[in-house]
């Protein structure tokens, strides 16, 4: 069994399964069985074959590359890394990178590169030495993803079956008036759910397993426009489409961004994969084409960043162009003698800027799919969409997509984009948690608590977290896709999402609020110190461990750990907030909770999986497996040491990981992440539980904050003003330009054209009709006809021809002669 | 050359069936004998006309796609002219009836074909002097085909002006309530270019002279067909040769030649200290933007589409604004070369400003129509700063590749704009057959009540907004991508465009398709779509995903030609640098050394 052949090919299969279910669907969805119940089943039936096929995948990779080391624990030893992986990236790159780099830096794991494993499937454009292809590039971190994407869709699948049972037959909407007064009454859209959602999770496995950034590309705007089509799947609600709209646009600005790093990186280095690949040169001889990755980190430098020699000669353009021009007549002189002083150039600071834009554009794209600051006002919207959808969409797989791109291209980030992306993950989830704690729509919670964990897990990346940061990645794929999940069978059994009317659920929710529970504990990341723990105890420990490192080695920007430390704070009191809210005490609405009930067994089952996985996933196997463990596998050549420089904002220091896994740092961060997390806690009971607090008095008390809170910032109407209004505004703007302006000339071109050709129809017309109309000539008569149109107009046309020729040979004469004598 | 062997040229008759069938049929319903009264008749004849015209074009397109493979057929990944037929025409002037395809005419011939058949299918609804109107639709099919196969610059004149003259009587009468007004102001624009245009073929004729190619290229160039018997083709050549005074050529190919020549003579002789081709690429720039059409000469578009009716508009934007297109790709570059390396800002320049100021005004549109016509005007801009992008230049050391790619994307984008616009226009007909009106903010609930037609609908319009996976969005990024290498300002400015696409296309959908109910009038009128609609629609759909998923299979026609052009320039650009470089290297080597000091003590 050749992982090399094997991996692609199960992955390969997971990825597509989901798009043969979404044609067959989209097809016959409504024919499946009565009001198209049965496409529940398909839908389901291939997601959980891609889970398999998963499932087998990781079998393989774990057969071929054990994760040997009794490591994670990643409270444990520093040396664990030392051993975990030091013999499992030789043979594979030998597979996989055609000897070009594999053994010579066996013996230094901190200049390993990961096993992986990459290749083409197809060529979408090929021309000189640029290609575009779909393909794959798979590592333990696309492994990882692809066992958890298609576990957490099949739960929601399952749950949906459930859910979603309102489409089965006709629906009325009772949020929708229509003009007679009546509420909108339509068919069910069972099928078109699930239709939706297959595609949807084709597109994203397509990120995960793609080979290359364009790629990624393709299925990023892919992920996007469904996530369009589930938030407005109520398309008949205003607020649906207008959400899903501003979905898909605010997105778009991020990926604005996202192109232009593209282009830097395109236009300096002529590809886009992110692992070398090989194929004929122009003579037909075998070579090895360097992906990004190597590009950056060469083996050269031993993986350590360095500015590209593409991407210094596109910056010193200038000087190449002088060389090249020098030596015009030989060609080959001119070429060794640039390949010669690259490296003084790259010394003087040459790509510098480049491959800042580089990394800053890619992360634009980011921060927009994962919604951070400033893009993050398109999430809470999202929430029009069905509740299983905001649970896999838009918590657990599509935004943290942004996530795992920066991990993937994490290798090609100069530290100055890391400190950008640091800040903006730390004013993120900061800023997040504070609209959290006044909200009051259950999900407008959870999707504020997304946005603030994404906060995080771009801050681990940022300070140098690169498996702290992807840990969590995973940790909170399982409790936020199960708080949603929750939350979701809350509302199917409340009809409202107002947690104003909740309360008191527990008694008849027993399931529901125990796992909601089991979910919220995981976020808040409860454990026993030092001990054990649910699985986000391990994952926001560790962020905030090496966040402290980070705050430690680089003093002048230790507000990053305490803004880390504070988020804990505020999402343990938010998250608790809302348990108490909805569970506990008694109930505030009496009609909604005579009404509420537990949920059917299909939505309930999932909610038990996610739990324990939410429970355990961050644990490691006896054997050694366990997430983290595995992510130290995959992570990318040169990171795990620490290293100091800096090219545009002065000099930083990313610590190395392990180093916040030991001693000081790691007591202490333990120690803040619990104490924090124990007072937010504390204080939600106080309010909601204990009632030592009132809530309404705080609020009172604290009345600008509050309303500034509530009214998320003014974030909406700041980009409403500053954005929208003007961009509308030049819309139409440049649409009276054409009427006003461009049509005024033309208009005034033709009047007078038509005068000097109008004379002889002037005479024509008195002598046929006998009167003229002098305002006639104003306007062309309307409603003429055939034979008028032929008559009047061809006149002017040859009219227009004679006269045309006539000064087209003058000119043509008059030219001819000057450019003769010349 | 003999007569005899001029009629046995393998591609004299596919050609010429496919350039003048539909000129032929036209002709024959034009007589007295077809009566007015069988309009039906007239509908289908017109119908079967397009289909055996098409059906010949992907016989020639696709080898082996009905039998053997014949010698006129188009030999893809081959980069260079095929399929040439050539006839004397008006001899004292060495016009000639000279046409060829190769990977850049070939997929917009049969884009063509295609387009008119679906189009003519569209032209049901039509009920006005349908005789006449489909008189006139055939002629603008021929003339539309003549174009893009013709390799003789007159004869490329004579077609584009055949074409003009359908089209203004198509909107001018067959058009909406301001069709006049339209129709002039189309004709007024399109003859302003037409006229320039005139004067810079007659400037290159009178400059050009056969004389000074080689052997090699007057073959090359088709001056002297290279498929005739070696002895005949040594007198032919001699002929020229022993010719005391200039012989001048409006042969496309043989103009390319001289052109890129090392001392062209379009680039020595000077018109009012300005160079003649500089003269000359700017008029026929002038006359292929308006075409395209470019900020600020578009203005045309947006009344033309609007008046027009539902088929024509198909054609106006699937078709004629690609004439633009291929007409500054196929002559201005090759022909101009150095006028087009210190123009290529002002390609760009407009191609970018088309892009964002098309789009800005899409999105204060109201009217759906218009507000697709806009849409094209945007989409345009990235064709022209497709081919634009110039970046083999001695900064990156005459890489042609990424200009390569801009141009590879530019005649994707105008195939993918061929079909997303035709599409686009076509499912705003639909609408507007049932309702009457065009007014974006009086729709709404169009899904619940046409789901399949809103199903097909916002597929269109998704490859519109360039969404991978559909067709806009290989063109777009190719172009996109490869601008950086050109103008990072450029570039920069294109990506921002992705912004405002998004937003105009999802807001008119979102207007149009979703939403609880329809707003206008007639909304009884609001009936599924019919199956004569279903069949213009689904293949249009279909093509937009096969090309958008599968690129390769219209890259494999277009990539070799157009990367040879490429590739052609750049070694000009090379030489070009080099000839002035041997003057500049007169200049005392001290002034360079004087510019690296200063480089140097800059750091």
């Not at chain 1, 929208?724 to 302006?741: M, R, Y």
């Amino acid at each position: 069994m050749d992982p090399a052949s094997t991996l692609p090919l199960l992955l390969g299969l997971a990825w597509l399964t989901p798009l043969v279910s979404f044609v067959a669907i989209l097809f016959f969805g409504p024919r499946m069985g009565p009001h198209g119940k049965s496409s529940a089943a398909v839908a389901t039936a291939a997601i959980v074959v891609s889970l398999a096929l998963s499932l087998a995948a990781l079998g393989t990779w774990l057969s071929v590359h054990p994760v040997q080391a009794v490591s994670h624990d990643s409270h444990a030893a520093a040396d664990s890394h030392a051993d975990s992986h030091a013999d499992s990236h030789a043979d594979s790159h030998a597979d996989s990178h055609a000897d070009s780099h594999a053994d010579s830096h066996a013996d230094s794991h901190d200049q390993a590169l990961p096993p992986a494993y990459s290749g083409d499937w197809y060529t979408l454009y090929e021309g000189g030495a640029l290609k575009l292809s779909i393909g794959w590039y798979i590592d333990a971190l696309t492994v990882l993803m692809f066992v958890v994407v298609t576990f957490i869709a099949s739960c929601i699948h399952i749950y949906a079956a459930g859910y979603m049972h309102d489409e089965l037959h006709d629906f009325t909407d009772h949020t929708v008036h229509l003009s007679d007064g009546s509420h909108f009454h339509r068919p069910g859209r069972f099928s078109r759910f699930f239709q939706s959602l297959s595609l949807f999770c084709f597109s994203m496995l397509g990120i995960v397993i793609a080979g290359n950034l364009a790629m990624i590309f393709i299925f990023w705007e892919l992920v996007g426009i469904c996530s369009w089509f589930l938030i407005g799947f109520y398309y008949e609600r205003q607020s649906a489409s207008n959400a899903a709209n501003k979905a898909f646009i605010v997105n778009r600005v991020g990926d604005f961004g996202m192109i232009i790093g593209m282009m830097a990186l395109w236009g300096a280095l002529g590809t886009l994969h992110f692992a070398d690949s090989s194929g004929q040169n122009s003579a037909g001889i075998e070579t090895i084409r360097p992906g990004l990755l190597s590009l950056v980190r060469p083996e050269a430098t031993h993986h350590a960043l360095h500015v590209p020699d593409g991407m210094v000669k596109f910056a010193a353009a200038d000087r190449v162009a002088e060389i090249t021009l020098d030596h015009a007549t030989r060609t080959e002189d001119g070429a060794s003698e640039i390949a010669s002083r690259v490296d003084d150039w790259r010394a003087m600071g040459y790509g510098r800027w480049l491959l800042f834009v580089a990394g800053i554009g890619i992360f634009c794209g980011c921060v927009g799919k994962s919604a951070q600051f400033p893009l993050f006002v398109w999430l809470p919207d999202a929430m029009e969409g069905p509740t299983p959808v905001s649970a896999l969409v838009h918590s657990a797989t599509m935004v943290a997509a942004g996530v795992f791109l920066m991990g993937r291209f994490y290798p090609v980030l100069t530290p100055d984009v890391l400190l950008v992306i640091a800040y903006t993950g730390a004013i993120t989830l900061f800023l997040a948690a504070t609209i959290a704690l006044v909200a009051t729509d259950i999900k407008q919670v959870l999707a504020y608590s997304t946005i603030s964990q994404l906060g995080y897990m771009m801050l681990a990346l940022g300070v140098g977290g690169w498996v702290a940061g992807l840990f969590h990645l995973f940790t909170h794929a399982f409790f936020k896709s199960l708080l949603f999940l929750c939350s979701g069978s809350v509302i199917h059994a409340c009809h409202t999402n107002d947690m104003r009317k909740m309360g008191g659920l527990a008694k008849v929710m027993p399931w529901t609020a125990g796992t909601m529970l089991v979910g919220c504990l995981a976020i808040i990341g409860a454990g026993v110190p030092f001990v054990i723990g649910l699985s986000g105890y391990y994952s926001k420990d560790s962020i905030l461990a090496q966040a402290l490192s980070f705050s430690q080695a680089n003093p002048s920007h230790s507000i990053l750990f305490v803004a880390a430390t504070g988020g804990a704070f505020l999402t343990a009191f938010y998250m608790f907030r809302l348990w108490f809210m909805t569970f506990a005490g008694q109930p505030r609405d009496a009609h909604i909770s005579e009404h509420a009930h537990e949920s059917p067994r299909v939505m309930v089952a999932p909610l038990v999986a996610l739990a324990i996985l939410a429970i355990v996933a961050g644990w490691s196997l006896p054997g050694g497996f366990g997430i983290a463990a595995m992510l130290e596998q995959a992570r990318p050549a040169g990171t795990a040491a620490t290293v100091t420089s800096g090219y545009l904002f002065g000099s930083l220091t990313i610590p190395a990981e392990h180093e916040s896994h030991v001693g000081a740092i790691h007591e202490t961060a333990t120690l803040a992440a619990f104490a924090t997390a124990a007072a937010g806690v504390l204080l939600a009971a106080m309010m909601y539980v204990w009632r030592i607090l009132s809530p309404l008095a705080v609020a009172w008390v604290f009345r600008p904050i509050y309303t500034f809170l509530k009214q998320r910032w003014y974030f909406d109407e700041l980009y409403g003003a500053i954005f929208v209004q003007p961009v509308l505004g030049i819309a139409s703007l440049a649409s009276s330009i054409d009427l006003g302006v461009i049509d005024k000339i033309i208009d005034g071109v033709a009047w007078t054209a038509r005068q000097l050709a109008g004379i002889d129809a002037w005479i024509d017309r008195t002598l046929v009709d006998g009167l003229v109309n002098a305002t006639a000539s104003a306007t062309w008569s309307a409603g003429i006809e055939l034979k008028k149109l032929q008559t009047g107009h061809l006149r002017q046309y040859v009219m227009f021809i004679v006269i045309g020729t006539v000064a087209m040979f003058v000119l043509a004469s008059l030219l001819l002669r000057s450019s003769l004598a010349a | 050359m003999p007569p005899m062997h001029a009629l046995s040229q393998p591609a004299l008759w596919p050609l010429s069936a496919i350039v003048f069938l539909p000129a032929l049929v036209a002709a024959l319903l034009s007589l007295p004998i077809i009566p007015k009264a069988r309009e039906e008749f007239i509908r289908w004849v017109a119908l079967a006309t397009t289909a055996v015209v098409f059906a010949i074009s992907l016989w020639m397109a696709v080898p082996g796609l009905f039998g053997a493979i014949g010698p006129a057929q188009f030999q893809v990944g081959e980069a260079g002219m095929q399929g040439i037929v050539k006839l004397p025409w008006i001899e004292p002037f060495g016009i000639e009836y000279l046409l060829g395809v190769d990977g850049i005419s070939m997929p917009l011939v049969v884009l063509t074909t295609f387009l008119s058949m679906l189009a003519a299918a569209a032209s049901w609804p039509i009920t006005k002097h349908v005789k006449a109107y489909f008189v006139l639709f055939l002629l603008l099919e021929t003339g539309m085909l003549g174009v893009f196969v013709s390799l003789d610059f007159f004869l490329f004149y004579v077609f584009w002006e055949v074409m003009l003259l359908p089209m203004y009587f198509l909107i001018g009468i067959w058009g909406g309530p301001r069709r006049e007004y339209a129709a002039i102001k189309f004709f007024l624009y399109t003859l302003l270019g037409s006229v320039l245009m005139l004067l810079a073929i007659l400037m290159l004729y009178f400059a050009s002279d056969l004389r000074s190619l080689s052997d090699e290229q007057l073959l090359a160039a088709h001056v002297v067909s290279p498929a005739i018997a070696a002895a005949p083709r040594e007198a032919a050549i001699a002929a020229i040769r022993a010719n005391d005074a200039p012989i001048h050529t409006f042969n496309l190919l043989a103009l390319a030649q001289i052109g890129q020549s090392a001392n062209s003579p379009f680039a020595a002789s000077k018109v009012w200290g300005m160079s003649l081709e500089m003269w000359a690429f700017l008029l026929l720039l002038i006359g292929f933007v308006i075409k395209v059409p470019v900020v600020p000469v578009h203005t045309w578009l947006p009344d033309a589409h609007v008046e027009a009716p539902t088929p024509i508009s198909m054609i106006l934007a699937g078709v004629l604004l690609k004439l633009g297109g291929y007409g500054i790709l196929r002559i201005c570059y090759p022909v101009c070369p150095g006028a087009g390396l210190s123009l290529a800002w002002l390609v760009c320049g407009l191609g970018v400003v088309s892009m964002v100021y098309g789009a800005f005004a899409a999105l204060a549109q109201k009217d759906f129509k218009r507000m697709v016509a806009y849409s094209s005007v945007s989409h345009m801009g990235y064709v022209m700063l497709g081919i634009g992008v110039w970046s083999a230049v001695a900064g990156q050391e005459y890489r042609w590749d990424a200009w390569a790619q801009g141009v590879n994307g530019a005649m994707f984008q105008m195939l993918a704009h061929g079909i997303s616009s035709a599409g686009m226009f076509f499912m705003v007909g639909v609408l507007y057959d049932r309702v009457h009106h065009r007014n974006l903010n009086e729709f709404g609930g169009i899904f619940n009540r046409m789901p399949v037609y809103s199903g097909l609908a916002i597929a269109v319009f998704f490859a519109g907004l360039g969404l991978p996976g559909l067709c806009g969005f290989i063109g777009e990024v190719l172009v996109t991508l490869s601008s950086w290498n050109y103008s990072r300002v450029l570039a920069v400015i294109s990506a921002f465009t992705v912004i405002l696409t998004a937003s105009y296309i999802l807001w008119a959908i979102q207007r149009v398709y979703l939403g609880a109910e329809y707003k206008g009038p007639h909304g009884e009128a609001l009936t599924p779509i019919t199956p004569r609609e279903l069949s213009i629609a689904a293949p249009l759909v279909f093509l937009a995903i096969v090309f958008g998923v599968a690129p390769q299979l219209l890259f494999n026609y277009v990539t070799p030609t157009v990367n040879r052009q490429v590739e052609t320039l750049a070694d000009w650009t090379r030489r070009h640098d080099q000839s002035a470089g041997s003057v500049v290297a007169i200049v005392p080597a001290v002034t360079r050394n004087e510019v690296d000091a200063s480089g140097e003590s800059r750091e």
